[in-house]
């Protein structure tokens, strides 16, 4: 799977370990930015991000802020992209098994480089369950969606 990863300057020290660990677990990382520590927004990175995965350059995205607050915000005003900011596990895999999240959200201030690993692990290891009840409430979403409000 090719996976996008983004960053702004808070998300930027957290970023060399997701790299890392999305390459450990076979996958092919597309770096995005930002390129340093420099102060940079992260709607820039969320649109830049979001373009990759609405392209077909990338399947899913790790996008990286200092809270993952913010560059969830903005990644899911884009239409195409179910952005969610998970600090456990069991979120990361279960935002894509019920609800096909395609970007996971990281707060680099938050969380330490050990914890991360093994939220991006669960991530890209999770695959949307196709359930009935899962197909509803996805399909529910996508109708907002498409109405805009």
Known sequence: MR?????DHGGFPLKGVILETVQETGHEAIDLGAFSAESSDYP????????SILSGQAERG?????????????ANKIKGIYAGVCHDTYSAHQGVEHDRMNVLCLGARIIGEELAREIVRAYLGAVFS????HLRRVNKV????ARGK
């Open 3 to 7: 996976v996008a990863v983004a960053c």
């Open 44 to 51: 820039d990175f969320a649109q830049k991000l979001a373009q």
């Open 62 to 74: 790790i996008l990286i802020c200092g809270s993952g607050i913010g560059a969830c915000i903005a």
């Open 130 to 133: 196709q359930e009935e009840r």
């Open 142 to 145: 996508l109708a907002i969606e």
